[in-house]
């Protein structure tokens, strides 16, 4: 199976604007989804698909893709944004799933 | 209320067997694939097993073909992981987790359980 690869660590300025990155080859084929999972929290999915966000979740969470790379943008993050953000994705023979290792998202 | 409760965890021995159990409400149960993800103490998300709609597997990780069997009962609004031969590895906090899509799936997680801790040690 194929690997995902992510940044271990990202940070943002209050109200700024943050990409979080995934990649793999399996994203060539694949669009990715991502989640959120706050400290003794379950993970909370905030984006999935080619453009499909979830009743509830903020419009400042949007997805993209490119080439072997997936990301994430938070657009005007807030504070309640630090987390862990996971992406996942199908692997490249579409029959088991992956995982990236996850990126702790600091808010400054 | 939308919600998924897992049971079942606990401390094994190294070698012996668990079955850990999930029950859902508040949606249609027997119209979405659903999953087991696990989560290693400090550690990320790796994914289990799935199952379809009618009991047809999606497929398990390699770290868990062989020694672990998914199954649910429509009837009962409930998916079940059958582990055998447990491993210190196997130590997580099991996720049971609802697809996106109806029917088929999608390997998008759209509701999450709070999990229950499965640790092997002797």
Not at chain 1, 5 to 18: E, I, R, Y
Not at chain 1, 20 to 48: E, M
Not at chain 1, 74 to 79: E, F, P, S, V
Not at chain 2, 10 to 30: H, N
Request: net charge negative; aromatic share 10%; with cysteine.
């Amino acid at each position: 199976s194929s690997e995902l690869t992510q940044d271990p660590a990202v940070s943002v300025a209050l109200g700024q604007t943050v990409r979080i990155t995934c990649q793999g080859d399996s994203l060539r084929i694949y669009y990715a989804s991502w989640y959120q999972q706050k400290p003794g929290q379950a993970p909370v999915l905030v984006f999935y698909d080619k453009d499909s966000r979830p009743s509830g979740i903020p419009d400042r969470f949007s997805g993209s893709r490119s080439g072997n790379t997936a990301s994430l943008t938070i657009t005007g993050a807030q504070a309640e944004d630090e987390a862990d953000y996971y992406c996942n994705s199908r692997d490249s023979s579409g029959d088991h799933v992956v995982f990236g290792g996850g990126t702790k998202l600091t808010v400054l | 209320e939308v919600q998924l409760v897992e049971s079942g965890g606990g401390l094994v021995q190294p070698g012996r067997s668990l079955r850990l159990s999930c029950a859902a409400s508040g949606f249609s149960f027997d119209d979405y694939a659903m999953h087991w993800v696990r989560q290693a103490p400090g550690k990320g998300l790796e994914w289990v097993s799935g199952i379809i709609w009618n009991s047809g597997a999606l497929g398990y990780a390699d770290s868990v073909k062989g020694r672990f069997t998914i199954s649910r009962d429509n009837a009962k609004n409930s998916l079940y992981l059958q582990m055998n031969s447990l491993r210190p590895e196997d130590t997580a906090l099991y996720y049971c987790v609802k697809d996106v899509s109806p029917k088929s799936g999608t390997y998008y997680f759209d509701l999450w359980g709070q999990g229950t801790l499965v640790t092997v040690s002797s």
